[in-house]
């Protein structure tokens, strides 16, 4: 199998008989894939850092093909039409909202809810399970509230334990340097409840510098599961 890092939050996984794309919203390049292959599009929310509705014109190209999005990305065939995309909505786009499990083929996706926007997923394909955060993360911030931050761990933690005892392989989880001196506690948590045996650091902005200083700080007992992103395109083999 291999993961190729897109950019920002978005990865794609090649297995044996699936792709899975996670959070693309068209900046960074995708590999061509075999177009025997099942293709399965996530995209958890509608930040325009995670998604762009251009993406629903990859059905022109492959033929195997869904899209599974988050909560609040509903289109009528107008809004499609607008934006130059002819696909059958229905045969096509599975809506998934927060806490809802669904199975298609041969695979299972799980949503959780969002501290933010949208969606992030959990999807057993091939025998792996792959957990997809989107904006789901600790966003605790210095200048916010003590109220507010208090709340937002309270909610965090929350939502991420619905998944203890769940046996990740592959996750993509946030370790964002806007937070400054917070921006481990989601990822932290994480690991603490849950953890998986590949970590890739996401929604970084490119300051890919942080995963060295999380691996050599709050994250130190971690540190050989973080797998080590430097650039846009990097592919990693498993």
Same mark, same amino acid.
């Given at each position: 199998?291999?993961?190729?890092?897109?950019?920002?939050?978005?990865?794609?996984?090649?297995? $044996?008989?699936?792709?899975?794309?996670?959070?693309?919203?068209?900046?960074?390049s %995708?590999?061509?894939?075999?177009?025997?292959?099942q293709?399965?599009?996530?995209?958890?929310?509608?930040?325009?850092d995670?998604?762009?509705?251009?993406?629903?014109?990859?059905?022109?190209?492959?033929?195997?093909?869904?899209?599974?999005?988050g909560?609040? %990305?509903?289109?009528?065939?107008?809004? %499609?039409?607008?934006?130059?995309?002819?696909?059958?909505r229905?045969?096509?786009?599975?809506?998934?909202?927060?806490?809802?499990?669904t199975?298609?083929?041969?695979?299972?996706?799980?949503?959780?809810?969002?501290?933010?926007?949208?969606?992030?997923?959990?999807?057993?394909?091939?025998? $792996?399970?792959?957990?997809?955060?989107?904006?789901?993360?600790?966003?605790?911030?210095?200048?916010?509230?003590?109220?507010?931050?208090?709340?937002?761990?309270?909610?965090?933690?929350?939502?991420?334990?619905? &998944?203890?005892?769940?046996?990740?392989?592959?996750?993509?989880?946030?370790?964002?340097?806007?937070?400054?001196?917070?921006?481990?506690?989601?990822?932290?948590?994480?690991?603490?409840?849950?953890?998986?045996?590949?970590?890739?650091? &996401?929604?970084?902005?490119?300051?890919?510098?942080?995963?060295?200083?999380?691996?050599?700080n709050?994250? $130190?007992?971690?540190s050989?599961?973080?797998?080590?992103?430097?650039?846009?395109?990097?592919?990693?083999?498993?």
């Amino acid at each position: 199998m291999i993961i190729t890092y897109i950019k920002h939050s978005s990865f794609c996984a090649e297995l $044996k008989d699936h792709v899975l794309i996670f959070d693309y919203c068209l900046e960074g390049s %995708l590999p061509d894939f075999d177009e025997d292959k099942q293709i399965l599009f996530f995209t958890s929310h509608k930040h325009s850092d995670h998604f762009n509705v251009g993406i629903l014109n990859f059905a022109s190209k492959y033929k195997n093909i869904h899209f599974f999005l988050g909560a609040g %990305l509903k289109f009528n065939e107008k809004y %499609l039409a607008r934006n130059g995309i002819n696909i059958d909505r229905d045969a096509y786009i599975t809506t998934l909202y927060k806490r809802q499990e669904t199975d298609y083929g041969d695979i299972h996706v799980r949503t959780l809810r969002s501290t933010d926007a949208g969606v992030a997923f959990l999807v057993e394909c091939e025998g $792996k399970k792959f957990y997809h955060a989107g904006d789901l993360n600790c966003w605790c911030r210095i200048e916010e509230s003590k109220e507010y931050n208090e709340k937002m761990k309270h909610d965090y933690e929350t939502e991420i334990d619905t &998944m203890r005892g769940e046996n990740i392989d592959y996750a993509f989880v946030p370790l964002d340097p806007h937070l400054d001196s917070t921006y481990w506690m989601g990822m932290s948590y994480f690991m603490e409840a849950v953890g998986a045996e590949h970590i890739f650091p &996401m929604h970084m902005w490119e300051d890919y510098g942080f995963i060295d200083r999380y691996t050599a700080n709050e994250g $130190k007992e971690y540190s050989d599961r973080i797998v080590r992103i430097t650039a846009p395109g990097q592919s990693f083999r498993f």
